[in-house]
């Protein structure tokens, strides 16, 4: 059973820094491509940014130069650092796995349930 489990969300003030956690299980985590979104209230889920592992990266607009993802297949994990963040950061986070595996080579595409990142003073 696969599972992506995010944590590390929660009230922090404008200008503050958070560091969110996706760890993963039941997968062969290096065969996957690793994003971040987020969710407001009202709003389209939003792509913010993603990890093809290799050192390769990259990010929306909206979040460019504030926040960093990386990952550590030793441990299954992938982190979303936040830095400076705002109000409209607001929202909750979700990671999201996407790759192939497996004897036929199928596609595979996980989510997490979220962790909610309020912003605000």
């Known amino acids: 059973q696969v599972q992506l489990v995010e944590s590390g969300g929660g009230l922090v003030q404008p200008g503050r820094s958070l560091r969110l956690t996706c760890a993963a299980s039941g997968l062969t985590f290096n065969k996957y491509v690793i994003y971040w979104y987020r969710q407001a209230p009202g709003k389209e889920r939003e792509l913010l940014a993603a990890?093809?592992?290799?050192?390769?990266?990259t990010y929306a607009d909206s979040v460019k130069g504030r926040f960093t993802i990386s990952r550590d297949d030793a441990k299954n994990t992938v982190y979303l650092e936040m830095n400076s963040l705002k109000p409209e950061d607001s929202a909750v986070y979700y990671c999201?796995?996407?790759?192939?595996?497996?004897?036929?080579?199928?596609?595979?595409?996980?989510w997490g349930q979220g962790t909610q990142v309020t912003v605000s003073s």
């Open positions: 990890n093809t592992g290799a050192d390769t990266t």
């Open positions: 999201n796995a996407n790759g192939r595996e497996g004897l036929f080579s199928r596609w595979y595409n996980y």
